[in-house]
């Protein structure tokens, strides 16, 4: 209610920890997800209760990463995945943003964010290929569009992930 939102994760934390027979473990997880996505929205904490403080983008992510540690076979893991991939997009941390969509395709291959993360994580891929001219990468971005067309054939961005795949491999053929 305070908007401090660090805190209370962390007294929530606090109670995973201390009382791993609580009865309302997922209401904890809930809050502590809650905590989470609201400093990824860009709540500021209050500096001498005054001034707003700096995004805390760092803080979510680790955040989200106790929620998927807390409860790993939960509901909320692999949104919090996918979250902290979102995170990572957003501050240009590719690796960060690899690992948790690598993490959410090997974990929760049934989940419904299943397509969403490999989308994404070809296209981080094929932006690194653009940025960087890392030509290793030509083939993962490939390896995963072409997973996508086959395990979600179905899906409203095949269109985009077709354009997307033929452009990769025009550009590993001119490599």
């Not at 660090?6 to 473990?25: C, G, T």
């Not at 690194?128 to 409203?156: G, Q, R």
């Amino acid at each position: 209610e305070r908007g401090q939102f660090v805190r209370a994760h962390a007294l929530l934390q606090e109670i995973m920890l201390n009382n791993p027979d609580y009865p309302n473990v997922q209401a904890v997880i809930s809050a502590q997800f809650q905590c989470a996505t609201t400093l990824m929205e860009g709540a500021r904490s209050k500096i001498l209760f005054i001034f707003p403080g700096f995004r805390q983008y760092g803080e979510a992510i680790k955040q989200f990463e106790f929620v998927v540690a807390n409860a790993p076979y939960g509901d909320y893991a692999p949104l919090a995945l996918m979250n902290i991939a979102l995170i990572a997009e957003k501050q240009n941390e590719a690796d960060l943003a690899i690992d948790a969509l690598d993490r959410l395709i090997n974990y929760y291959p049934q989940s419904i964010l299943a397509s969403d993360a490999y989308y994404h994580l070809a296209k981080t891929f094929a932006d690194l290929v653009k940025a960087t001219n890392m030509t290793k990468a030509h083939p993962v971005a490939i390896s995963y569009y072409e997973d996508f067309l086959a395990l979600f054939p179905e899906n409203s961005n095949v269109g985009e992930v077709e354009a997307n795949l033929a452009q990769m491999q025009n550009l590993l053929a001119s490599s």
